[in-house]
């Protein structure tokens, strides 16, 4: 069903999500109320996976260093959505047609990415604690930051092939730019 709502978005009918997972439309019903509840549910259980696994990354991250947590992190996002359907999945909340659903659906991301936000945060003030990060504009730095990995994955909509390459060249300018370390771009 996942695939199928990545691919055409809350457009996808009852009969095709039941074809889909082989059971009748009645079948569907007895586990569903509606296909908004089932899209619901399939988004809550892809947030709650993405999350699950940051939490589990971010843990990971306690002993290294700010420029590691922060590549770390920011890979770890390229990494999960390599698999390119799970963006287009989340992407096609925006165009649900059913206003109460779409809201719901957005409430949910938007309280979700607010916890990872504000984990992000404390990460760049840890950097500018140790003096590894620059301190003026570091708001601006955090949002930069969520922005040009999130622009990275709506340009692998457009060209999957290089999706790699744009994370690593983004990240680099990015720690190019932040960093008080005034050496050239590395890794």
């Given at each position: 069903m996942f695939t199928l709502f990545s691919?055409?978005?809350?457009?996808?009918?009852?009969?095709?999500?039941?074809?889909?997972?082989?059971l009748k439309p009645s079948s569907i019903y007895s586990h569903f109320e509606s296909k908004e509840q089932i899209v619901y549910?399939?988004?809550?259980?892809?947030?709650?996976?993405?999350?699950?696994?940051?939490?589990?990354?971010?843990?990971?991250?306690?002993?290294?260093?700010?420029?590691?947590?922060?590549?770390?992190?920011?890979?770890?996002?390229?990494?999960?959505?390599k698999d390119i359907k799970k963006f287009k999945f989340l992407n096609h909340i925006h165009l649900i047609q059913n206003v109460d659903l779409r809201n719901k659906c957005l409430k949910l991301r938007k309280e979700k990415?607010?916890?990872?936000?504000?984990?992000?945060?404390l990460i760049f003030e840890k950097g500018v604690m140790n003096n590894e990060i620059k301190s003026e504009h570091l708001d601006n730095y955090v949002q930069l930051?969520?922005?040009?990995?999130?622009?990275?994955?709506y340009i692998a909509l457009l060209d999957e092939n290089n999706l790699e390459?744009?994370?690593?060249?983004?990240?680099?300018?990015?720690?190019?730019?932040?960093?008080?370390?005034?050496?050239?771009?590395?890794?």
């Open positions: 691919e055409k978005g809350y457009d996808v009918s009852i009969a095709e999500l039941s074809k889909n997972v082989g549910e399939m988004l809550r259980k892809e947030l709650e996976d993405f999350y699950s696994e940051l939490q589990n990354e971010a843990q990971l991250l306690e002993e290294r260093s700010v420029k590691e947590s922060l590549k770390h992190m920011y890979f770890f996002a390229f990494k999960y959505y990415g607010e916890e990872v936000s504000k984990k992000i945060t930051y969520i922005s040009s990995l999130i622009g990275n994955l390459k744009n994370f690593i060249l983004t990240w680099e300018v990015f720690w190019s730019a932040i960093s008080n370390n005034k050496t050239q771009l590395s890794n």
